[in-house]
């Protein structure tokens, strides 16, 4: 398996509150997404990153921002959580983006429930 | 914008029987294609990819796609499934110019003993 670490696990927290999420990789891949699952949604792109301090915004970015100071750490921050933003949260990394046949590898998960 | 359709979103098949997954996408333009597997609990890993060549294409366990351009679809099969494939497979696109994948909507697929 990749060497993704996603911190934290598991997360309840309340709503209005500040939460971040840390995703570290030790593959020195250029890119670094984040998704949320949702059933029935599969996964929907949040923000990634295609190298530090280069992020951009996927389809569900809204609430959301991302920071990226080192190629192996992609962080993702909710300023104020709300209820909508109870899911799964995955990070995934790539050795290149699109128009390339590299999969992408993905962390465990961070489950995170907002009260 | 890309969208990728996963139409069955629960099966139930005993063991030994056939599999065939659906995944239709939107795109007119060249495209990377994939199947991941989530099991119980798990992350998402690979099962197979197709980029270009031969359109089907063989992965892991026994599972094989088929990229039929004319009809847009990249449909995932197994001979005879068994209780460990029990998971939500998901299909997902690259299209050109894009730097992230699309994902559909996911297929649970329950193998009953």
């Known amino acids: 398996d990749a060497g993704i670490t996603q911190s934290p696990r598991h997360k309840v927290t309340e709503t209005g509150t500040p939460v971040t999420l840390r995703c570290h990789q030790t593959?020195?891949?250029?890119?670094m997404y984040w998704y949320r699952q949702d059933p029935g949604h599969g996964l929907r792109l949040i923000h990634y990153s295609y190298g530090v301090k280069d992020t951009d915004k996927g389809e569900v970015s809204d609430g959301y921002s991302v920071s990226r100071s080192k190629t192996e750490d992609f962080l993702l921050t909710l300023e104020s959580a709300t209820s909508s933003q109870t899911s799964v949260y995955f990070c995934?990394?790539?050795?290149?983006?699109?128009?390339?046949?590299?999969?992408?590898?993905f962390g465990d998960g961070t489950r995170l429930s907002i009260l | 914008a890309q969208s990728v359709s996963q139409h069955n979103h629960h099966v139930i098949l005993s063991e030994a029987a056939s599999l065939e997954l659906g995944c239709n996408y939107s795109?007119?333009?060249?495209?990377?294609l994939f199947w991941y597997v989530q099991y119980p609990g798990q992350h998402l890993q690979l099962l197979l990819k197709y980029f270009s060549g031969d359109p089907l294409v063989k992965g892991i366990k026994g599972f094989e796609a088929e990229f039929i351009k004319s009809k847009f679809s990249f449909n995932l099969r197994k001979p005879s499934v068994q209780w460990s494939d029990t998971a939500e497979y998901f299909c997902a696109v690259y299209e050109t110019g894009r730097r992230a994948l699309t994902f559909g909507s996911g297929t649970r697929l329950q193998v009953q003993p």
């Open positions: 593959e020195n891949h250029r890119y």
């Open positions: 795109y007119g333009g060249t495209v990377n």
């Open positions: 995934a990394i790539s050795e290149q983006g699109g128009d390339s046949n590299q999969p992408q590898h």
